[in-house]
Nanobody
Framework: QGQLVESGGGLVQAGGSKTLSCADS????????AAWFRQAPGKEREFVAT????????YYTNSVKGRFTISRDNTKNTVSLQMNSLKPEDTAVYYC??????????????????WGQGTQVTVSS
């Protein structure tokens, strides 16, 4: 099992864009479902977006539909989250996750057994 490493976080103004990337040092993402979750201060971690392998199915939480896009590059074993029209309420630590034993997409954090360390995204108003 590899290690998931997120990158791309930082500070952005409301209405701006950011792209998060999740790299896999092993083969955790390869042939497996993946997702992004986020956790805002004082709140529980919540589902953001998920993608199946090889990428035919994607699902989003309602609050990011039409603004965020999850994708994967199967040649590089990476998963990305393109975030547009960012809002202050999108401020959170964003986590990449992968399912080591399944290729399907899932909204439930219980279905993921590999997690990155998280990357902070702060949206200023």
């Amino acid at each position: 099992q590899g290690q998931l490493v997120e990158s791309g976080g930082g500070l952005v103004q409301a209405g701006g864009s950011k792209t998060l990337s999740c790299a896999d040092s092993g083969r955790t993402i390869d042939h497996h479902g993946a997702a992004w979750f986020r956790q805002a201060p004082g709140k529980e971690r919540e589902f953001v977006a998920t993608i199946s392998w090889p990428g035919r199915s994607t699902y989003y939480t309602n609050s990011v539909k039409g603004r965020f896009t999850i994708s994967r590059d199967n040649t590089k074993n990476t998963v990305s989250l393109q975030m547009n029209s960012l809002k202050p309420e999108d401020t959170a630590v964003y986590y990449c996750a992968a399912r080591s034993f399944a290729s399907g997409a899932s909204r439930s954090s219980d279905d993921y057994d590999a997690w990155g360390q998280g990357t902070q995204v702060t949206v200023s108003s």
